[in-house]
């Protein structure tokens, strides 16, 4: 499986914008670019996924670089809620194993004040 | 509400006793899997089904039997536990869409003691 790189930790002031960086320079044309957080004490949670072209929800922004690359996952204004650790995850759906998740240690990041 | 629920959700048990944490999901997946989480190595597959009486290994089987006779029930199975199997477990679903969202369960804390 293509690995992903992510700083190990990141700090945000609430209100801010956040940009969370993901490393994947071996991802293959196939991949899907998935991101999920988890929060203290509770289950990963799904936050966005993407292939080519940017990408918004009501939760967050993928930019996925034009060599696909790296990419980027935009909290637009954190919050202390936000506070969790980012899982930038590579997927192949034409793999049989697509739907395994492959989590790395991930980004924590900390919200203040 | 869509999700996925774990009983239970905080276990202390002895070497060799067996034992049984249930998962269950409302939202007619057919694939669910289990992970579990240690600190340092993220979440690992353990399980996955692909449907009813489909099941197959993941990354750490050894000492896990699942079942899943029923669409929306996943147990996972320790016949005898090892204080090794100390973790925290996390059960996950999606639909059958490889790269779709998986919903995560809130986790069972378990220690074999």
């Known amino acids: 499986d293509a690995k992903t790189t992510q700083p190990n930790s990141m700090e945000s002031n609430e209100e801010e914008p956040v940009h969370l960086p993901c490393n994947h320079s071996t991802i293959s044309g196939t991949d899907y670019i998935h991101w999920y957080r988890q929060l203290p004490s509770q289950g990963p949670e799904y936050v966005i996924h993407g292939l080519t072209s940017n990408v918004n929800n009501r939760m967050a922004s993928l930019a996925i670089a034009e060599d696909r690359k790296s990419s980027t996952l935009i909290l637009h204004r954190a919050t202390l809620r936000d506070a969790a650790v980012y899982y930038c995850?590579?997927?192949?759906?034409?793999?049989?194993?697509?739907?395994?998740?492959?989590f790395g240690t991930g980004t924590r990041l900390q919200v203040t004040l | 509400e869509a999700q996925v629920t774990q009983n239970p959700r905080y276990l202390i048990t002895v070497t060799g006793k067996k034992l049984t944490v249930t998962c269950s999901q409302n939202m007619n997946h057919e694939y669910m899997s289990w992970y579990r989480q240690d600190p340092g190595l993220g979440l690992r597959q353990i399980y996955y089904?692909?449907?009813?009486?489909?099941?197959d290994k993941g990354d750490v089987p050894e000492g896990y039997k699942v079942s899943r006779k029923e669409k929306r029930n996943f147990p996972l199975i320790l016949e005898s536990p090892s204080p090794n199997q100390t973790s925290l477990y996390f059960c996950a679903s999606s639909s059958g869409q490889s790269y779709n969202e998986q919903f995560f369960g809130p986790g069972t804390r378990l220690t074999v003691l």
């Open positions: 995850i590579l997927r192949d759906p034409s793999t049989g194993t697509a739907s395994k998740l492959t």
């Open positions: 089904s692909m449907n009813v009486e489909v099941t």
